[in-house]
């Protein structure tokens, strides 16, 4: 069946790297997203990974693609308290560009 | 203004009650979904439709009905509103697929119902 799970909760200091995981179940995904949510507010792209790659670099935030762990990671280099947010790893399934979204990690910056 | 837009932003109803949410994109985008979003579940497709006169369920379809026929506007109509329909509901939209190949979708900033 088609499941992505995340962990919900993480914590760093400010400055420093996070690392959010994500796990997913269908290996036929060709798309891989990282989608961030503030407060009150809809979701919004971060950055995405085609399924043919093993890694994506975007300024601060760097992906990681295990195709055959199935499992995908979001970088945030350098964090800062405004990358506080819940972020939602997704994958896409099916021809109707369907999204499949794993709970949303929520990341708790502090100084 | 340009962009999708939901109403109301906030609604709070009874049980028994139908309720409209609405939505409104003005990129003429072909797909548009709606979500919903509760704490430990992420967010959980409600309905998509990949043009207008096309609709299909997602995975929580149930006390639940859509209908497009402008390409502009999905409204989510709950018919008869329960508790467990509490919850903060997301509508999207993206491109087709052809000459979008990041698939992206575009979210709204979200409807908060709250089912007395």
């Known amino acids: ?69 199935k499992h995908l990671s979001l970088r945030i280099a350098d964090t800062q308290t405004g990358d506080s947010a819940i972020y939602f790893c997704a994958e896409r399934n099916g021809g109707y560009n369907k999204l499949i979204f794993g709970a949303g990690t929520r990341l708790a910056v502090h100084p | 203004d340009a962009g999708i837009t939901q ?47 096309i609709t299909d369920k997602g995975e929580v379809s149930d006390g639940y009905v859509v209908s497009r026929s402008k390409t502009e506007n999905f409204p989510l109509t709950l018919e008869s509103a329960t508790r467990s329909q509490t919850s903060v509901y997301f509508c999207a939209s993206s491109e087709t697929t052809v000459g979008h190949r990041n698939y992206e979708q575009y979210f709204g900033p979200g409807t908060r119902l709250t089912v007395t």
């Open chain 1, 1 to 69: 069946g088609e499941d992505v799970e995340q962990s919900l909760f993480l914590s760093v200091r400010e400055g420093d790297s996070s690392v959010i995981n994500c796990t997913y179940t269908d290996s036929s995904s060709t798309y891989l997203y990282w989608y961030k949510q503030e407060p009150g507010a809809g979701l919004q792209l971060l950055t995405y990974i085609f399924s043919n790659m093993d890694m994506k670099q975007d300024q601060r935030l760097t992906v990681l693609l295990n195709k055959k762990d």
């Open chain 2, 7 to 53: 109403s109301p932003r906030y609604k709070i109803t009874e049980t028994g009650r139908q309720v409209t949410l609405m939505c409104h994109q003005t990129w003429s985008h072909s797909y548009m979904f709606w979500y919903r979003q509760d704490l430990g579940h992420g967010l959980r497709l409600i309905y998509y439709s990949a043009a207008a006169d």
